[in-house]
């Protein structure tokens, strides 16, 4: 098996030149690109022979003080097909939801570089686990999503419908009759029928039953 070919993109000259150097001290492992500016890869990226050198790309998640690494990801990792490992010494949830939505397959923190060999090895044979610290991140970034996503569509049924039409509802859920409802609200039983028509159009729902339960779901009463 020939030496796993690995790029660095890192924009702390320290940082980079220490790094490099640790793995190249790894046996299997070759440093074979680096880079301290996001100007300096897509050059690379223009150079045929450059990009298949590429079998595993460390990635700095902040070049120059913004996120400019995962933007970078996606473009060399489409590229050069390699696997991209982000880096960062942040543990920040949106990023890393950001990192993996542009490609990359893991993520590691930067005072934990003694982990890196393995996780390059393990990036190679595509075999690369998430972290810990990155899985968890990403679970609470997912269900941050889902909770905002809930907050939307309960607003958009409480848009949809007035608050007599909500009363209606919880009398609806409550199990009461339209003969019922009538007699509760001193209206008509054409006009309990009519809200219901109403209600159903506006909610797309098959039935009172039914829109009474999505509302109830939805903590709207």
């Known amino acids: 098996m020939g030496n796993i070919n690995v790029w660095i993109v890192e924009d702390d000259k320290d940082w980079l030149r220490g790094l490099s150097a640790y793995l190249g001290r790894q046996e299997g492992i070759e440093v074979t690109f ?4 996001p100007d300096a890869v897509r050059i690379a990226l223009r150079d045929e022979a450059v990009v298949h050198t590429a079998d595993v790309v460390l990635m700095d998640i902040m070049l120059d003080g913004v996120p400019e690494g995962i933007i970078l990801a996606e ?5 050069t097909g390699a696997r991209v490992i982000m880096l960062t010494s942040m543990e920040e949830k949106e990023l890393i939801f950001r990192s993996f939505q542009a490609g990359a397959i893991d993520y590691q923190i ?3 570089f003694e982990a890196l ?4 090895q393990a990036a190679w044979r595509r075999e690369s686990p998430i972290s810990s610290a990155a899985a968890e991140q990403m679970r609470e970034e997912f269900r941050r999503l889902k909770r905002m996503e809930r907050e939307f569509e309960v607003k958009k049924m409480q848009d949809k419908i007035t608050p007599s039409e909500l009363e209606l509802l919880k009398l ?3 199990g009461y009759t339209q003969t019922e409802i009538a007699g ?3 209206v008509s039983i054409r006009t309990v029928k009519n809200h219901i028509n109403h ?3 506006k909610l797309g729902s098959k039935g009172s039953k039914e829109a009474a339960q999505e509302a109830k779901e939805k903590g709207l009463f």
């Open 110 to 112: 930067k005072s934990d």
């Open 184 to 186: 509760r609200l001193v």
């Open 117 to 120: 060999p393995e996780a390059i």
């Open 199 to 201: 209600i159903l159009k």
């Open 75 to 79: 473009e060399v990792a489409i590229a």
């Open 34 to 37: 680096t880079a301290i500016h």
């Open 172 to 174: 609806i859920d409550k």
